[in-house]
């Protein structure tokens, strides 16, 4: 995935971003600017790379998925697949949000034990099936948008 954000947005936008870079640091070696001008200027600079990154990676999200589906239309088995896929995690979720608080309401157990992430990895391949690749791409433990950590970075 790394190689093909590179491919499209490539050495114009690492140049661009040293280019910015250079200038800040040149302009606050020069003493024309401060230190709280240098951080907003590479602040904005990196705000900027990483909006780049995510419109080329979103693209790249959208063209992956609508060659699956070209893919899935084109072949028996792999419609089978994705049916089968697709109702099984339904049947999970559905199981997990109303069999589970059922058995346990009606007082057939006392206390279901947990599941782990199966619930999260239900959501996560039914959002896959029905046209949601980016969000589930997108899911992950990596908390935070790229915007949070870059500011934390920054010190903004």
Not at 87 to 101: E, K, M, N, R, Y
Not at 136 to 141: E, I, K, T
């Amino acid at each position: 995935m790394l190689a093909a954000i590179f491919s499209q947005i490539g050495m114009s936008l690492i140049n661009g971003m040293l280019d910015k870079f250079l200038a800040a640091f040149q302009a606050y070696e020069n003493k024309t600017i401060s230190i709280e001008q240098l951080k907003t200027q590479l602040y904005e600079a990196m705000v900027a790379a990483a909006r780049d990154v995510e419109v080329a990676h979103a693209d790249a999200l959208a063209k992956t998925y609508a060659s699956f589906m070209r893919a899935v239309e084109k072949s028996k088995l792999m419609q089978v697949v994705w049916a089968v896929v697709t109702l099984s995690q339904l049947c999970v979720l559905l199981w997990h949000q109303v069999g589970i608080p059922g058995i346990v309401a009606l007082g057939l157990i006392a206390r279901y034990p947990s599941s782990g992430t199966t619930v999260e990895w239900s959501y996560l391949l039914l959002g896959a099936c029905v046209g949601m690749g980016p969000m589930v791409l997108r899911a992950g433990s990596d908390a935070g948008t790229i915007t949070d950590r870059l500011k934390s970075m920054v010190g903004k």
